[in-house]
């Protein structure tokens, strides 16, 4: 029952890979300059997601 519970919140961290791009590409679309600094922040703000991520499991698997 637990793995079953915390198996979605454990697997959100895929998807920011591409969130990443698609956040730095807009930005990018809308000041060339400020679209830069975000692609230069892009594993800092992958590894804050992740840890995020991990977080939330966390939560979810004491609370469950």
Known sequence: YTAETLFPYTTLFRSNFSSIGIISGA???LNEKQGNVVARFGLKL???ATLVSILTSTVVGLIV
């Open 27 to 29: 930005v990018k679309g």
């Open 46 to 48: 992958l590894f804050g």
